[in-house]
């Protein structure tokens, strides 16, 4: 991060150097480039919303409001560097450091607790299986949380998730063939140790006394609206795309990092070349 830092501080001074005698057009244009770069941040965060059911939409309006967020602020500084106030820019700047700081400790974050959890090989099918205890506290703290899960169980249950396996395969080789998503594998079905033998892609045989002393097996039912969704299972399928979103989100803060911190970079040079240029201007 410091040999980034280092890296933009050159930069800035390179560019400033050839921005003549008004560092100000440089700032103009950085800012508009900026307010682009905001509403593409809004454009992600819609982008997440279309790819995603209402269960799964946990980052979607805080990726939306931060491109909002950003656009209003470089909005105040380019008007700001075009009628050449000093406060809107000063506050522009203490905006985006304070935004910058945020991304920076959102991202860590982020990282730190996406770094653990992954899904585990079936015998004789291509889907995983996950397991609640290899994800992050706060992950299992969350998803733990009864008000919360009710909620999103809810969801699940009217999300199509489960109920369209059976249709979109008709043969049971088909089903051991398919890649599961992590919410498929572990909400639809129960977890193989159980020893339920599967009758199509949405029922299994539960006569069958089961060979694993998990408690999801006997959580289990045919039932639609059971299915394994009380299953620790159905809460480690969940993680697993949780997991995947924030570092999607993680991924995507860090390309924003560096950008944000360009532009902070060249405001602050910018603001000090023009109070330079104005000190040296003699007074009548």
Known sequence: ?????????????????????????????????????????????????????????????????????????????????????????????????????????????????????????????????????????????????TDKWTHLRSCLVKSDDCNSLSNRYKTLKQYKLAELTPIESGCCRPPAECGYPALNASNFDLSYHPVSTNVDCKLYKNDRFLRCYDCNSCKAGVAQYMKTEWRVVAIFNVILFIILSFVYFVGCCARRHAGGSDSKVPRR
Request: glycine residues 8%; proline residues 2%; contains cysteine.
């Open 1 to 145: 991060i410091l040999d980034i830092f280092r890296l933009e501080l050159f930069v800035c001074n390179l560019m400033l150097r050839h921005a003549g005698r008004d560092p100000h057009i440089m700032m103009l244009l950085l800012l508009f480039v900026e307010q682009i770069l905001a509403i593409l941040v809004v454009g992600f965060g819609f982008w997440m919303s279309t790819h995603n059911d209402e269960c799964r939409r946990s980052l979607t309006i805080p990726v939306m409001g931060l491109g909002g967020v950003i656009f209003l602020m470089s909005l105040a500084g380019f008007v700001g560097a075009w009628k050449n106030i000093s406060c809107l820019l000063w506050t522009y700047l203490i905006m985006l450091f304070v935004v910058l700081v945020a991304i920076m400790v959102f991202t860590v974050l982020a990282f730190i607790i996406t770094n653990t959890g992954t899904g585990h090989a079936v015998p004789g099918s291509r889907y995983k299986e996950y397991r609640l205890q290899d994800y992050s506290s706060w992950f299992v703290k969350q998803l733990n949380d």
